[in-house]
């Protein structure tokens, strides 16, 4: 019987020592500002790729990839990445790191100087979002791109641990709010692990959730997604308060807002906090059905 090929050893990955050193060459320390924590841990970068369910013919959007650390994880795992990074210093560092550590996969690397909660276009149509988002703007980062980029069907995203809460809350859970309705207007989400503190440099003071979703259609409904949206965010303006009271100023008045929630099928004495997106889709769709 003929013995089985060995398994190709794993490809090296960045750690402590490369992170620094690829940092004091370009004059680099991260910065509170943009939310950089960079991962010093090969076998974290494995562990969030594995989670990731990367298909290798996929293209993966990568969000602030800053030293390249979760990159080269990627681009072993899929066909192209197309990175999106803020900060240009950074951003011009990549791909000679690439190159260096991955020469055979430089090609199938873009990089993008840009804001990700302002880019619209990329030179690739992403199938997997896969990135380290930086704590202060990644919800508002993976509404953006859901929303600009329909291609995106999957994907996996490390944010601050209580983020992570939020994003994949339930109604009626304490942490359920704006993130975990807007995130369910698009895609279906779970917490896929927790990533503890000291893999990354440097050490963030909580935790990092892992968020894996999986999009799906949103509601059937007549109302637009900024219709639906609008009723979300005044919903949670005022958590304590009822929605007949906290939607008052959406509706025109708290009468009209108990006859849109009643039309709606929903109890208008009912907090924000215990309907679903479907819900939420319903009373949109009332108040556009009493002004045609």
């Keep these: 019987m003929t013995a089985p090929e060995p ?11 490369e992170i620094r050193r690829l940092a004091e060459e370009i004059g680099v320390r991260p910065t509170k500002t943009l939310g950089q924590n960079f991962v ?19 293209t993966v959007l990568e969000v602030g990839p800053g030293l390249g650390s979760l990159t080269l994880g990627l681009l072993d795992a899929a066909a192209r990445v197309v990175a999106v990074e803020i900060d240009p210093v950074l951003a011009a560092k990549l ?62 995203v490390m944010v601050q641990d209580e983020v992570a809460d939020r994003m994949v809350a339930g109604p009626g859970s304490k942490t359920y709010g704006v ?26 003071k909580i935790s990092s959730g892992l968020v894996e979703f999986t999009r799906r259609e949103p509601p059937k409904t007549h109302a637009s997604r900024e219709e639906v949206f609008a009723v979300i965010d005044a919903a949670f303006a005022q958590r304590r308060k009822t929605l007949r009271a ?40 009332a108040k556009i059905s009493a002004t045609v």
């Excluded at 398994?7 to 020592?17: I, N, R, V």
């Excluded at 895609?187 to 963030?204: H, L, T, Y």
């Excluded at 008052?248 to 679903?276: F, K, M």
């Design 7 to 17: 398994s190709p050893a794993p490809q090296p990955l960045l750690g402590a020592t």
């Design 40 to 58: 010093i841990d090969g076998n974290t970068i494995r562990r969030i790729v594995a989670a990731a369910k990367v298909d290798p013919t996929e």
């Design 95 to 156: 791909p000679s790191t690439v190159a260096a550590f991955r020469p055979a996969l430089a090609g199938n690397l873009d990089v993008v100087l840009s804001d990700a909660m302002r880019v619209t276009e990329l030179p690739a149509e992403p199938t997997a979002l896969v990135a380290n988002l930086p704590y202060n703007v990644a919800v508002p980062v993976v509404l953006h791109l859901l929303e600009h980029f329909p291609s995106l069907k999957h994907g996996l």
């Design 179 to 204: 993130p975990s309705v807007k995130g369910a207007w698009y895609s279906q989400m779970r917490k896929a692990g927790v990533i503890g503190m000291n893999v990354f440099w440097p050490a963030p």
């Design 246 to 285: 906290a939607l008052a100023g959406w509706a025109g008045g708290a009468a009209q807002a108990e006859t849109y929630l009643r039309q709606a099928g929903v109890d208008p004495s009912a907090r924000g906090e215990v309907i679903d997106v479907i819900a939420y889709a319903r009373i949109a769709e």
